[in-house]
C-alpha cells in the first residue's frame, strides 16, 4: 500500500518571504509521480507541480520548486516570494506511473499555509 | 472546453435516501475515479475506472456504487445514504504520462 505523509497541519509565512512544505512518502514501485496541489477556499483542486521518480532533476514551476530527495522518500515544496494568493491547502499526493495506477493517487493529510501582509 | 463538470455543487440527504453524483467530462479521458475529502484526512478514492465499461474499487468503496457507460460519464451512487457519508466529493479524469489529473469542483454532501 501506497502512503503519504504531510507532518505539518499548518504554515504560516510574511509576504515575500520563502517557506518550504514537507511531504514523506511510501511505495514499493520503481517508478511513479509526485504532485503537489493547492485547495484554495473556493474548493478547486489546482496542480502546482509535479515530478516524475525517475528524473533526478528538481522540478521548478515560475517559484514553485520541489526537493524530491528519492532514497529518503522525501518531497518537499519551497514557495519563494510569497504572494497572498498562495494562502491555501496544500495537499502532497503520488501517484502509480503504469498500467491501471493511471488516475489513482494516494493523498497526504494536507497542510494550510497563511500568509500574512 | 468544460473539463470535469460535476453536479450538484451542494445536497442534503436524510438518512436512509438515495442520490447519484454526476460527473462529466468533455476531454475524451479513459481515467475517470471518485475522491472523498474529509478534514484531517486528505483525499481518498472511493471508485476509478480505465474506460467504458471498466471500473473498480479504490480505499473506501463501501456504500457507494459506479457505473460507466461512456467515456464522458462516470456517476457515483449513494443507495442508503449515512452519516459517515457526509464529506465533499471530487471527480477527477486523466491520466497520462502527459497530462495531469483534471479535477471537478467538488460536491459538498450532507447527510442528515
Known amino acids: 500500500a501506497q502512503t503519504v505523509t504531510q507532518s505539518q497541519p499548518e504554515m504560516s509565512v510574511q509576504e515575500a518571504e520563502t517557506v518550504t512544505l514537507s511531504c514523506t512518502y511510501d511505495?514499493?514501485?520503481?517508478?511513479?509521480?509526485l504532485f503537489w496541489y493547492k485547495q484554495p477556499p473556493s474548493r478547486q483542486m489546482i496542480l502546482v507541480i509535479r515530478?516524475?521518480?525517475?528524473?533526478?532533476q528538481n522540478a521548478t514551476e515560475n517559484r514553485f520548486s520541489v526537493n524530491f530527495q528519492k532514497a529518503a522518500k522525501s518531497f518537499s515544496l519551497k514557495i519563494s516570494d510569497s504572494q497572498l494568493g498562495d494562502a491555501a491547502m496544500y495537499f502532497c499526493?503520488?501517484?502509480?506511473?503504469?498500467?491501471?495506477?493511471?488516475?489513482?493517487?494516494?493523498f497526504g493529510q494536507g497542510t494550510i499555509l497563511t500568509v500574512h501582509p | 472546453n468544460a473539463g470535469v463538470t460535476q453536479t450538484p455543487k451542494f445536497q442534503v440527504l436524510k438518512t436512509g435516501q438515495s442520490m447519484t453524483l454526476q460527473c462529466a467530462q468533455d476531454?475524451?479521458?479513459?481515467?475517470m475515479s471518485w475522491y472523498r475529502q474529509d478534514p484531517g484526512m486528505g483525499l481518498r478514492l472511493i471508485h476509478y475506472?480505465?474506460?467504458?465499461?471498466?471500473?473498480d474499487q479504490g480505499e473506501v468503496p463501501n456504500g457507494y456504487n459506479v457505473s460507466r457507460s461512456t467515456t464522458e460519464d462516470f456517476p457515483l451512487r449513494l443507495l442508503l445514504a449515512a452519516p459517515s457519508q457526509t464529506s465533499v466529493y471530487f471527480c477527477?479524469?486523466?491520466?497520462?504520462?502527459?497530462?495531469?489529473?483534471?479535477f471537478g469542483n467538488g460536491t459538498r454532501l450532507t447527510v442528515t
Open positions: 477527477a479524469s486523466g491520466w497520462t504520462a502527459n497530462s495531469p489529473l483534471h
Open positions: 511505495t514499493s514501485e520503481s517508478d511513479y509521480y
Open positions: 515530478q516524475e521518480a525517475y528524473k533526478q
Open positions: 499526493a503520488l501517484g502509480g506511473a503504469g498500467g491501471t495506477s493511471y488516475g489513482k493517487l494516494t
Open positions: 476531454m475524451n479521458h479513459e481515467y
Open positions: 475506472s480505465v474506460g467504458a465499461g471498466i471500473t
